[in-house]
């Protein structure tokens, strides 16, 4: 009889705890279900709307804070926000260093007179558009291919979407969605070429690695290797080699990047490498700091249009420890 009514009582409990996630009244809940396209059974929506609300504390607390410091940083609600930290970055991540990593130095000399104030690969046409890696650890593949797009263009190429399909189910060296690393990445690409986006898509959202379809008849570049735009954390030396080589591969730590929405990060993450992205120019923000302009693989929805702002000449996040280009 006891037990009888301990099962009945923590039914009870689980069946209200599903009445509260429909509850009338949660408005806010129901419209950020409505806006992002989210569809969760019954079980999962409870444990969705936690993350939510605990998400919403933490926004307020870093805004705070940021307010606090003077900083511009903006932080608010977005497709993540019903995600807890750890799982999102265990499915929006995927930084894994390469064992023995093999450093090629740039032979590029930094002449920091010639340096423009500001300097944006979009405009030039060497950037393709934000895309989206879904719940799958592939930054490395998106950030490496993504290299390859622009560094191509500026090979004297026409500019073309590449696959970071091919790269994160066909890669032997690295672990698709469960992560990379870009020098891997970029061996395996030298190897094997490209194919186009168009024609190997992407299809590992959900977190499957999808077995590999390469076939080399569709490739469409190529690359003769690559090399790091610096080793001592020079970002003067990555503005130099950026005005010739184009946009960079980089990877930084991106623990607090789930709710970016604007301004410049600036002293707000560490330097533990975690997630992979691709710096396409720099520039000064309103309050005079400086920042590089970095894209993401998160889509268009999150940030400012799938971009966020890093503060420069700081290593901000770690920014300068992995910034390579490649050769052709």
């Known amino acids: 009889m006891a037990n009888r009514k301990l099962l009945l009582a923590l039914l009870g409990v689980a069946f209200l705890g599903v009445v509260a996630a429909y509850l009338p009244e949660d408005v806010e809940f129901s419209e950020f279900l409505v806006r992002y396209g989210k569809n969760y059974s019954p079980e999962e929506m409870i444990h969705r709307r936690i993350n939510y609300y605990n998400s919403k504390e933490t926004i307020a607390r870093l805004n705070a804070e940021a307010q606090a ?9 977005n497709q993540f926000a019903d995600m807890s930290p750890a799982e999102f970055k265990h499915t929006h991540m995927g930084y894994k260093p390469a064992k023995d990593k093999q450093i090629t130095k740039t032979d590029i000399a930094t002449d920091v007179s010639a340096l423009p104030t500001s300097l944006d690969w ?3 046409g060497a950037v393709t ?3 989206d890696q879904g719940q799958c650890g592939s930054c490395w593949a998106f950030s490496a291919t993504e290299g390859v797009e622009s560094g191509w263009f500026l090979c004297g190429h026409k500019l ?9 189910s066909c890669d032997p060296n690295d672990d698709g969605c469960n992560g990379g690393d870009l020098p891997t990445a970029f061996q395996y690409i030298q190897s094997a070429g490209l194919e186009s986006e168009a024609a190997y898509p992407y299809t590992s959202g959900s977190g499957d690695d999808g077995r590999c379809k390469y076939d080399q008849s569709k490739v469409v570049a190529n690359i003769n290797g690559f090399s790091y735009a610096t080793t001592t954390l020079n970002e003067t030396q990555m503005q130099s080699v950026m005005t010739t080589k184009g946009p960079l591969s980089i990877c930084v730590d991106a623990e607090t990047w789930q709710y970016y929405t604007g301004g410049v990060v600036t002293s707000d993450c560490g330097t533990d490498l975690d997630h992979c992205v691709q710096v396409v120019g720099w520039n000064t923000y309103t309050d005079g700091t400086p920042y590089w302009t970095v894209r993401n693989s998160w889509s268009t929805q999150w ?4 971009y966020i702002y890093v503060e420069r000449n700081q290593d901000e ?9 490649i050769t052709c």
């Open 303 to 306: 940030g400012i249009a799938g």
């Open 122 to 124: 979009r405009t030039k």
């Open 317 to 325: 996040c770690g920014i300068a420890m992995e910034a390579t280009y």
């Open 69 to 77: 410091k003077g900083r511009s940083t903006k932080y608010g609600i």
């Open 129 to 131: 558009p934000v895309k």
């Open 160 to 168: 073309v979407s590449l696959s970071p399909q091919q790269v994160v």
